[in-house]
C-alpha cells in the first residue's frame, strides 16, 4: 500500500471516493463536486487544497483533502482536514493512521503545529480512535456555515435570507497536534474506525460568545 500526492490523473478516483463517502454520511442530495471543480481547487492557478491518496497496486484505497489554516488566539498554524476517507475493504489495516501521521509530517516540515477537523457526533468509533491519537475535542463549539443564498446574500449586502434547515448538521470538533509526541503509536488492535470526518472550520467559545452578543444587539434595535 503506498500513500502519494495527489495529481491530476487521480481527480476522477478522488470524485469516485467522495460520491462513496457522501453516501455513507448519508448526505449524497448535496454531493454536487465535480472534476473540473476539484481540479481546478486542487491543482489550478487559485488552487486552495492539496490532497494524498493512497493506492492498492492500481486500486484507489482512501484518500484525503487538507489545507492551511490558523488558530487566532493560540497564533498556530495547521492543516485543516476536510475529508479523509477509507474505502470499506481496506478499513482496520490502520491506513487511516498512516494517512493521519503523513499529513502531520507535511505540516510539521512546514512549522505547522495543528490539525483541525470535525467528526460528525454519530460516528462513535471514528471518535474513539481519533481520541486514542492525541485528538483533543471541543463539546462547546459549534459549527456555522454561510452557504448557497445566505452566503449570496451576505456577498451582495442584501436581506438576511436563512440556510435551510435540512442542511444543519451537528459535528465534533478535534485537533491534532503536529508535534510528534502527541501523535502516539496506536495499538495493533484493528482499528475501529468505519470512516473519516466530515469538516469544517471551527470557531471557538470565545466567538460564539461575540456573535452572540452582536446578534441580541441587532435583534434589539
Not at 73 to 91: K, N, P
Not at 118 to 145: C, M, Q, R, S, T
Request: charged share 30%.
Amino acid at each position: 500500500m503506498k500513500i502519494i500526492a495527489a495529481n491530476e490523473d487521480h481527480v476522477p478516483a478522488i470524485v469516485g471516493m467522495m460520491r462513496e463517502f457522501a453516501i455513507f454520511e448519508k448526505l449524497e442530495q448535496f454531493f454536487e463536486i465535480t472534476e473540473d471543480r476539484l481540479r481546478i481547487a486542487l491543482f489550478g492557478e487559485t488552487k486552495i487544497a492539496e490532497a494524498l491518496v493512497a493506492f492498492d497496486g492500481d486500486t484507489p484505497a482512501a484518500y484525503a483533502v487538507f489545507y492551511p489554516n490558523f488558530a487566532t488566539f493560540r497564533g498556530q498554524r495547521g492543516f485543516y482536514l476536510e475529508d479523509v476517507y477509507i474505502r470499506e475493504a481496506y478499513r482496520g489495516q490502520r491506513l487511516g493512521e498512516r494517512i493521519l501521521r503523513e499529513i502531520a509530517r507535511l505540516g510539521r516540515e512546514r512549522g505547522y503545529e495543528r490539525i483541525d477537523f470535525h467528526v460528525l457526533n454519530w460516528n462513535e468509533p471514528a471518535i474513539g480512535f481519533y481520541k486514542k491519537l492525541g485528538a483533543n475535542d471541543d463539546p462547546e463549539d459549534l459549527h456555522f456555515k454561510f452557504t448557497d443564498q445566505a452566503f449570496e446574500a451576505l456577498a451582495e449586502g442584501g436581506p438576511w435570507l436563512r440556510a435551510p434547515r435540512s442542511a444543519s448538521r451537528k459535528a465534533v470538533v478535534l485537533t491534532l497536534s503536529c508535534a510528534p509526541d502527541h501523535i502516539i503509536a496506536g495499538d495493533k488492535r484493528k482499528s475501529p474506525v468505519a470512516n473519516s470526518p466530515r469538516v469544517a472550520r471551527p470557531l471557538t467559545q470565545a466567538v460564539l460568545t461575540r456573535l452572540r452578543i452582536a446578534n441580541s444587539e441587532l435583534t434589539n434595535r
